[in-house]
């Protein structure tokens, strides 16, 4: 028989049920002789009062464990051994499908007259995981199981919202050590540089047998870093000059200036590839201070293929009065501004020299003005030890960092951990980033037109890249967004975690394109917010559901009439009203307890989420780890 409610929050009435069959059955069994039982009577009637105390006594610990449940959080602590992980499936925590049984049983919970049922007792006061929050958003579901999400739906992206110290870095953990586990390549930002998920990533490329194929890049331990430049790797030329141009500001008058700056840096890229030399930091910086030495070389280079082969006798005897050339070539060097002169008098023309050319024309006040933004940047990435690690000489012998490009990690199914240490300069740490999201967008262009392969024959098989963003909204910029919406064809699959949605929109500067983010992710987990702008971005998606209000009622009326037998009547009664409430408001998210989350996965199905709480009583990340993977990685690169 089904009820409209389900009655869970009530006394354990049954509990006097089970005493009363339980005290039966052992008088059947004491004193059979008093009942006129014997034989298989009295087995029978003291197993049929038992069987009956069980059933009852089990309906009242079902109700107990049900209320114990809303007061009280269960622990769930899992060694990072136990993890689970499957090749084909994504695993999340413990949890459950939230559907409007739960609104209705979290309503009830709320309502006031139940107060003296949930009241804590004084075991119950505090958690020991210290979690906080309401223990009734997973109470609501006594029956949780495993919850797994389809790999398949990673490629739509996956977005984790949690205030601080919630359990983002826990989840990214558990998602993280199943990527490793599974042989995916695994790409890891971290601005902060948090000391223990890098020891977690590297103990795990250790146990899966991938430690050959890590590699770390930190901006905090430059001496052990790997090599990387941030401008050295693209599809099209274009992109340097998109990469150093773009970190610049755009608002104002300061968007003319940033176009000059791209173009400029755009022009030296060009010379620099012509001349057979791979951009990086240093170099621009180099030429952006003074591109006389530039010029000079690209024009020789020119000059030395046009089918003139004495131009250096006809350059020694062209006479050059410096007084009769315009005031912004006066002061510039007299070898650069003959080769200039030397062009135009021969009408020789090439795009790159002339362009070269153009910049020299600049009066060389009015040109620091104009790059005046660039150079404090350039020096910020080329100043002490971020010199060599950001702009590596290849061909340094003594430097047994190894170097890397996207290209050569995804070939080798590497695991790459980036520490941007942005508590240290959070300028640098924002501009490597973003450049290093450009560079990832660029390779995700490549590998989806050509594969890892280029094409070529013994083409490697595709892989799937998980891309974990810690802090994302410290590293978002225009490039993210190609990333997010033209990547997951090649394989990519990205999983951002932040703070607050308003940290997202502060940084890409309006609510519009924050939108456009947002609607690049597919699954939204969500961890305790206290911003209730954030937490309607999951409330906000889901459906209004009825739930069902009880109303007691009692009234008494008097009796007209002088034939009448009584003075007044009475009634009571309970009435059921349905009303239409939201599945989930704001503040149940603002309530979650610490490792709680909701959860919208596969097409928009929302679940209840419990994350395990790290068991690593085995593990312990002091000082000497890292010096311990300092060592191996670098006794690992030295030997090779």
């Known amino acids: 028989m089904s009820y409209p409610r389900e009655a869970r929050l009530r006394p354990g009435y049954e509990g006097w049920a089970a005493l009363a069959s339980g005290s039966a059955a052992l008088l059947v069994l004491g004193a ?3 009942l006129l039982l014997s034989g298989a009577g009295q087995s029978l009637l003291a197993a049929a009062l038992s069987a009956h105390a069980f059933w009852r006594a089990r309906a009242m610990l079902a109700v107990w464990r ?28 413990q949890g459950f499908r939230w559907d409007q049984r739960h609104t209705q049983r979290l309503h009830d919970a709320r309502v006031p007259t139940q107060a003296a049922l949930l009241r804590p007792r004084l075991s119950t006061l505090s958690t020991p995981t210290g979690a906080g929050g309401d223990p009734a958003l997973h109470g609501v579901e006594p ?35 199943q990527d490793i586990r599974r042989g995916e390549v695994v790409i890891v930002f971290d601005p902060k540089g948090d000391r223990d998920l890098l020891c ?11 430690h ?8 905090g331990y430059p001496e052990i870093s790997a090599r990387y430049n941030p401008v050295g790797s693209f599809s099209r030329i274009t992109e340097v000059a998109t990469r150093i141009a773009g970190q610049l500001p755009a608002e104002g008058q300061s968007a003319a200036f940033r176009e000059f700056v791209w173009r400029f840096v755009n022009v030296m890229a060009r010379a620099l590839v012509a001349l057979g030399r791979t951009p990086d930091y240093h170099t621009i910086l180099r030429y952006a201070t003074d591109i006389e030495p530039l010029l000079i070389d690209y024009f020789e280079h020119w000059l030395s293929q046009e089918p003139a082969a004495d131009w250096r006798q006809e350059l020694a005897a062209m006479p050059l009065d410096k007084r009769r ?7 510039r060097g007299r070898h ?4 200039v002169e030397y062009a135009r008098q021969k009408e020789l023309y090439d795009p790159i020299a002339q362009a070269l050319a153009s910049i020299l024309n600049y009066e060389k006040s009015y040109f620091d003005k104009l790059v005046a933004s660039l150079l404090p940047l350039l020096e910020k990435l080329t100043t002490g030890r971020l010199a060599a690690l950001l702009s590596p000489t290849l061909t340094d012998d003594t430097d047994w960092r190894p170097a890397f490009d996207w290209q050569r990690v995804i070939a080798l199914s590497g695991i790459v951990y980036v520490g941007l240490d942005a508590l240290s300069d959070y300028e640098v740490a924002a501009v490597v980033g973003n450049s290093m999201f450009a560079d990832l967008t660029s390779v995700a262009g490549s590998l989806y037109k050509f594969g890892i392969g280029r094409g070529l024959p013994g083409d490697i098989a595709p892989r799937r890249i998980a891309l974990h963003a810690d802090e994302f909204n410290e590293l978002i910029g225009a490039e993210f967004v190609p990333l997010l919406n033209k990547a997951g064809g090649a394989g990519f699959q990205v999983t951002a975690y932040t703070q607050t949605w308003s940290d997202v929109e502060a940084r890409v500067g309006s609510p519009a394109r924050a939108g456009q983010v947002a609607g690049n992710f597919n699954t939204l987990i969500m961890l305790r917010v206290k911003e209730i702008v954030t937490a309607e971005l999951l409330t906000r998606q889901l459906p209004e559901v009825q739930i069902l209000s009880l109303l007691e009622a009692s009234a008494v009326s008097d009796v007209e009439g002088a034939d009448a037998q009584q003075d007044f009547a009475s009634r009571s009664e309970d009435r059921l009203s349905v009303e239409t409430v939201p599945m989930l408001v704001p503040a149940d998210v603002v309530q979650l307890p610490k490792g709680q989350a909701f959860a919208l996965i596969e097409g928009g199905q929302l679940y209840k989420l419990r994350l395990p709480r790290p068991d690593n009583r085995q593990e312990s990340w002091g000082a000497g780890e890292i010096a311990r993977i300092t060592q191996a990685i670098r006794q690992r690169w030295q030997a090779t």
Do not use: N
């Open 66 to 93: 049900y209320r114990r449940g809303l007061r009280r959080l269960r622990d769930y602590p899992l060694p990072a051994a136990d993890i689970p992980w499957s090749p084909d499936r994504l695993f999340l925590g």
């Open 336 to 339: 650069a501004v003959s080769l």
């Open 325 to 331: 050339l315009a005031r912004s070539l006066q002061s």
């Open 143 to 177: 029956q949780e199981t495993a919850c797994w999400m389809d790999l398949r739906e990673r490629v739509g992206h996956t977005l984790v919202l949690g205030t601080t110290r919630v359990g983002k870095t826990r989840l990214a953990e558990i998602l993280i050590t």
């Open 200 to 210: 977690r990533i590297y103990a795990e490329a250790e146990k899966a047998g991938r």
């Open 212 to 219: 050959e194929a890590f590699f770390l890049f930190h901006l």
């Open 32 to 34: 059979p002789a008093r």
